[in-house]
Nanobody
Framework: QVQLQESGPGLVKPSQTLSLTCTVS??????????WDWIRRAPGKGMEWMGA???????YYSPSLKSRASISRETSKNQFTLQLSSVAPEDTAVYYC?????????????WGQGTQVTVSS
């Protein structure tokens, strides 16, 4: 059974860079065909897709975040990481990592439990 677990700081100051890691167990992030996503939900808002890294290493980003977001991976640790620069209070959200088989729809078959990130001085 594939499991995902987010980790990172719960509190970040404005203008700093947020770094979150998703540790995957039960399946390799290099397994054929899968996309590994970062998604967030801000208070009172819906889910926002932030970006993804394909099993091949190709990355995809939401146009609204492309200039601030960076996704990378550490295959030896079976982890992938989100870095979000120049954070502001509007980046306060619960951040999730998730897996899906295609970018053609929004179905994710495995999710992490989510981690709360608050941006505040």
């Amino acid at each position: 059974q594939v499991q995902l677990q987010e980790s990172g700081p719960g509190l970040v100051k404005p203008s700093q860079t947020l770094s979150l890691t998703c540790t995957v167990s039960g399946g390799a992030i290099t397994a054929d065909g899968y996309y590994w996503d970062w998604i967030r939900r801000a208070p009172g808002k819906g889910m926002e897709w932030m970006g993804a890294i394909h099993y091949s290493g190709v990355t995809y980003y939401s146009p609204s975040l492309k200039s601030r977001a960076s996704i990378s991976r550490e295959t030896s640790k079976n982890q992938f990481t989100l870095q979000l620069s120049s954070v502001a209070p509007e980046d306060t959200a619960v951040y999730y990592c998730a897996r899906r088989a295609t970018l053609a729809d929004n179905f994710h078959d495995h999710w992490g439990q989510g981690t709360q990130v608050t941006v505040s001085s």
